[in-house]
């Protein structure tokens, strides 16, 4: 009898194991880094995040987490902000709009902090309006995409380069190569569609023309068929907008159909997993990035320099691995609510905290230099943007 | 549209449609002896891969690595069916359909918590350029895609029709309690089906990884394309989910040829739904199924 019902109740208990301990993994992440609090007498300020640590957008989610965590500790051993010990709660919405909802519900209402960063992703950030904007509350989002701030909301600001910016200076680029004709392709997800979308309203203003625009979807394992289509055309040069896998396989298609045409990414395939994943196909790729990539491109005497090399150390040493450019968002949000916190006096309200972010002016973060103005929450410009190159595998300089 | 042009998006289609294929054949197989639909032959092709790239980490050289992706998938796959299938086989088909979706999240949260969230890559098979036929470029990673389904298909057929053992698999499709009656272990043949099916879809794991990169979610959505394949070409046989596949990957590029590649799952789609209400048991399906 008693065999009998382990024997059925085994396989329910290794699952449930299984999930408890998935689940465990997860939750570490929502006590992180509260250490200091003791010391000082001050009450804590506390900052939500929501960021993707599992489903698709993981790999970016990883590396804001880390950020975060590592820069709070330093910002809690300088003695917090004005003495308040500053506590983030991470929360993870597994890369879907409606749970990174729900853990805003849960940071404003269980939690109540003053702030919140993320989402990783666009669609995640935009499911989270409806709530930041009843609260009342600054969120300082890590997510790409146009709409975030060209859909103008008070409350919400941005860190990565949007693609509003990045577009121009690849299409300024592309003109200044003499090239009129390009083949546009863009994977059909938020990011990609968004870019996709900017390239086709603004081509015009530069003198070239999309003569081929094709379309995969994020996922598809194959990309022959649009290049083949791509290759009927007379394009000079080929722009893809993605931010995921797909790229390194149309580098792969493109070098497989031995076509010569400039390709020019852009700042989603900032990651060594793209180079690793087209090897030697991935050679003469040009993508806009911020500097963060090439420290020395902000200059080496450079206040900016300084604020990236060390940030770069302490993280290589940290977790074993360079950061890239996801980490640098993560540490702009983060930075942005503290030193707007540091400005302000005891007792500040969070609209006064949303005040004190917008007047944020020439802050030197990793993504570049941030000033807020009332209608430009995301507050950086082209001369932020570099054009990089793949040689021999590793990122390079692309001089004009 | 030129020769060379339409010759190369035949190739595109029979490049992808041989990797539906293959997660297909894990399909029609656990079909085949079961009955029913294992949600989880897209995460046995996410395994084959991780575990590919995992044991290359580990130092180990390609073909054994690959090898060893594929055996421990198999593994994997013995061990879910052995642990939480068997326990609830008399339950009917459908708690352990969901029993197999419960065991795809497992499996992928399992992987990302191991492997972590980032896209991993495997080397090519054989390294060089592609060979270019008749003006069309094809890469050697496909030959590989397409030995390996050719010798999958071939040796799976054998298996149904030349075998002791297949022919069971076939009764055990029929009627689990008549074969069991006739002396048949039904317990064993639905085990081997999840290892065989883990297998498949570890193989096309491998292949595609150096193709394509591998990363902890790319399980879904292979695995609604082979089920798709498998669907469309008739479930339980093998020669239908390779003409399934096929077929499914030819018409997604011809769409991107002739229609747009905006619609080409679209496109795809229909044609199953198409191809579903004229004839509902798939192109090579039969169209009567003894069910007891």
Not at chain 1, 345 to 362: H, K, N, S, V, Y
Not at chain 2, 8 to 24: E, M, R, T, W
Not at chain 2, 140 to 164: C, D, E, H, N, P
Request: one cysteine or more; glycine letters at 12%; a negative charge.
């Amino acid at each position: 009898m008693t065999g009998k019902w382990l024997q059925r109740m085994l396989p329910a208990t290794v699952v449930l194991t299984l999930v408890v301990a998935s689940l465990a993994g997860c939750s570490q992440a929502d006590s992180s880094s509260d250490e200091g609090g003791e010391e000082t007498a001050k009450e804590p300020y506390t900052i939500g995040a929501v960021l993707s640590l599992s489903g698709t957008y993981a790999g970016l989610g990883e590396p804001e987490k880390n950020t975060i965590e590592m820069e709070l500790e330093r910002i809690n051993e300088d003695g917090g902000v004005n003495g308040h010990p500053v506590k983030v709660v991470i929360e993870d919405d597994a890369t879907d709009p409606a749970k990174a909802q729900a853990a805003t519900v849960r940071l404003i209402e269980q939690v109540d902090v003053l702030a919140i960063i993320g989402a990783t992703g666009t669609g995640q950030t935009m499911g989270m309006r409806g709530d930041i904007d009843r609260a009342g509350i600054p969120q300082v989002s890590v997510a790409g995409g146009t709409v975030v701030t060209a859909q103008f909301d008070p409350l919400v600001f941005q860190t990565p380069w949007s693609n509003s910016l990045v577009v121009p200076f690849t299409l300024s680029r592309l003109r200044d190569a003499g090239i009129t004709k390009i083949a546009l392709m863009y994977d059909t997800g938020g990011f990609g569609a968004d870019g996709g979308d900017v390239v086709k309203a603004t081509v015009g203003e530069y003198g070239i023309s999309v003569v081929a625009e094709q379309t995969f979807n994020p996922g598809d394992t194959d990309m022959t068929a649009q290049l083949t289509m791509v290759k009927g055309s007379d394009a000079e040069a080929v722009v893809l907008w993605n931010a995921g896998k797909e790229s390194a396989i149309v580098a792969k298609n493109m070098q497989q159909l031995s076509m010569m045409l400039p390709l020019y990414g852009c700042h989603g395939n900032a990651r060594a997993e793209f180079a690793e994943g087209a090897g030697d196909a991935a050679e003469g790729f040009r993508f806009a990035a911020g500097k963060i990539l090439l420290p020395e491109t902000y200059g080496t005497d450079s206040m900016s320099y300084r604020v990236a090399t060390d940030f770069v150390e302490r993280y290589t040493e940290r977790y074993g691995k360079a950061p890239d450019t996801f980490a640098g968002h993560a540490y702009d949000a983060l930075y942005l609510i503290v030193e707007a916190m540091r400005r302000l006096p005891e007792g500040f309200t969070t609209a006064e905290l949303r005040d004190e972010i917008e007047r944020t002016d020439d802050f030197v973060g990793i993504g570049g230099i941030f000033t807020f103005t009332e209608s430009d929450h995301n507050g950086m410009s082209e001369d932020d943007l570099v054009m990089y190159r793949i040689q021999d595998g590793a990122w390079v300089l692309d001089t004009p | 549209m030129d020769s060379a042009a339409l010759l190369q998006f035949a190739i595109a289609g029979l490049k992808n449609g041989a990797i539906y294929a293959l997660v297909a054949l894990g399909f029609t197989l656990v079909f085949g002896s079961t009955g029913i639909i294992n949600f989880a032959q897209g995460e046995f092709f996410m395994l084959g891969g991780m575990l590919a790239v995992f044991f290359v980490r580990l130092g180990l050289p390609l073909p054994i690595a690959v090898i060893a992706g594929v055996l421990a998938t198999a593994g994997i796959g013995l061990a879910f069916e052995r642990l939480a299938l068997r326990p609830r086989r008399d339950s009917g088909p459908l708690v352990l359909i969901i029993i197999t979706i419960g065991g795809s999240m497992v499996m992928k949260s399992l992987s990302r918590h191991v492997f972590g969230g980032s896209e991993l890559s495997l080397p090519a098979f054989s390294e060089g350029p592609s060979i270019v036929v008749a003006g069309a470029a094809i890469e050697r990673q496909a030959f590989w895609v397409w030995g390996l389904t050719i010798i999958a298909v071939v040796g799976l057929t054998w298996l149904y029709s030349k075998t002791k053992f297949g022919r069971s698999m076939r009764a055990c499709s029929l009627s689990h309690e008549a074969s069991r009656l006739m002396g048949i272990d039904t317990a064993r043949i639905v085990m081997v089906s999840f290892g065989l099916a883990a297998v498949l879809g570890g193989i096309a794991g491998v292949v595609v990884a150096p193709l394509t990169q591998t990363s902890f979610d790319v399980g879904a959505r292979i695995g609604v394309k082979g089920f798709a394949a498998a669907i469309l070409g008739g479930l339980g046989n093998p020669i239908a989910a390779v003409v399934g596949g096929l077929t499914l990957g030819l018409v997604e590029s011809m769409s991107i040829a002739f229609i747009s590649s905006t619609y080409k799952d679209v496109i795809a789609l229909v044609l199953l739904l198409l191809v579903l209400f004229v004839r509902p048991e798939g192109i090579l399906g039969r169209a009567t199924r003894e069910k007891v």
